[in-house]
């Protein structure tokens, strides 16, 4: 027996309104439905609304079907949305075409509602497995924040986006003081547990969507900042640091309080096309080992001119 699949979104792409009102009445009680008459229209809605799954017509004027896929599947940000063509063009060569442009099904008009719903669902289940994998494979098992791949992609993407724009970019490097003595003294159960609260204070810390923290290894955190300058690097690194103390984790063995705390390295600089992201993880690396020779329970922060890297 298949597993029900959560209440999703499905956009319905259709130049004539006839076609997307019966799509919509096959679905209405099951799903959120979209509609758009047209391929720029559907891109549009795409990118604002993350369908879950593309119900798409090939043949539309201006952008017909074939060439809203091909733009649908060539942006990263919607690439991996299915779409299962909805049309009358039964033949062999279209529905081929169609799947080497990257649709998962393809149903003929007039299609039976039953066939329709089925096909969806399973298409749907699919999805929603490959979203769990991959939910997976970047989150940390411990901590159940990202881990270290999924931090490597967000700071490249974020590296770049910065470069677009001309924007700033704060890196943070984040290491719980004396954990080791810390897991040598109440033993690795305790030292897991907290890893996992202090996991959680820093995401809770975090206030701004595009903000973002991940588990860097072992007892080591990053924290990406997008669009935050040296201005706003205290109050940041200082709200982080709170949560932590705030927990108020004994911590015996700690020569700087009673209580786990951390310390931070941060940098932060406008990204340049010229360089690459690893001169501010760097730069964040070496601030964090100025704030552990320096006391530890503490920050420091460098604002980065661009060096082209040989």
Not at 195 to 221: I, M, N, S
Request: hydrophobic fraction near 40%.
């Amino acid at each position: 027996m298949t597993q029900p699949v959560a209440k999703a979104t499905l956009l319905v792409v259709d130049d004539a309104p006839v076609n997307i009102r019966f799509l919509a009445g096959v679905f209405q009680d099951e799903h959120r439905i979209l509609a758009a008459t047209g391929g720029e229209e559907a891109i549009r809605i795409a990118l604002q609304e993350n369908p879950d799954l593309v119900l798409l017509d090939i043949m539309m004027p201006q952008m017909d079907g074939y060439q809203t896929i091909q733009k649908l599947k060539g942006d990263d940000r919607t690439k991996k949305i299915p779409v299962i063509f909805v049309t009358a063009r039964d033949s062999q060569d279209d529905e081929a075409r169609g799947l080497d442009l990257g649709a998962i099904d393809y149903i003929t008009k007039p299609g039976s509602p039953a066939i329709i719903r089925a096909r969806v669902r399973n298409h749907l289940e699919l999805k929603h497995y490959r979203d769990t994998l991959e939910r997976l494979s970047t989150m940390d098992g411990l901590t159940e924040i990202a881990n270290r791949r999924q931090f490597d992609t967000m700071l490249d993407q974020e590296w770049r986006r910065g470069a677009r724009a001309s924007s700033p970019l704060t890196l943070m490097l984040l290491d719980v003081d004396f954990f080791k003595p810390f897991n040598d003294h109440y033993g690795h159960q305790a030292g897991d547990d907290c890893l996992k609260a202090v996991a959680a204070a820093l995401r809770g810390a975090l206030l701004r969507v595009t903000d973002f923290v991940a588990r860097y290894g072992g007892e080591e955190f990053a924290a990406l900042f997008p669009g935050l300058d040296a201005s706003g690097v205290p109050n940041a690194a200082e709200r982080l640091r709170d949560q932590v103390q705030s927990l108020a984790i004994p911590h015996a063995k700690s020569s700087v309080a009673e209580h786990v705390t951390i310390s931070i390295g941060a940098a932060t600089m406008v990204p340049h096309r010229d360089e690459n992201a690893q001169f501010l993880l760097k730069a964040a690396d070496d601030r964090l080992y100025v704030a552990k020779k320096g006391g530890r329970n503490r920050f420091t922060h460098v604002t980065l001119e661009g060096v082209v890297q040989e």
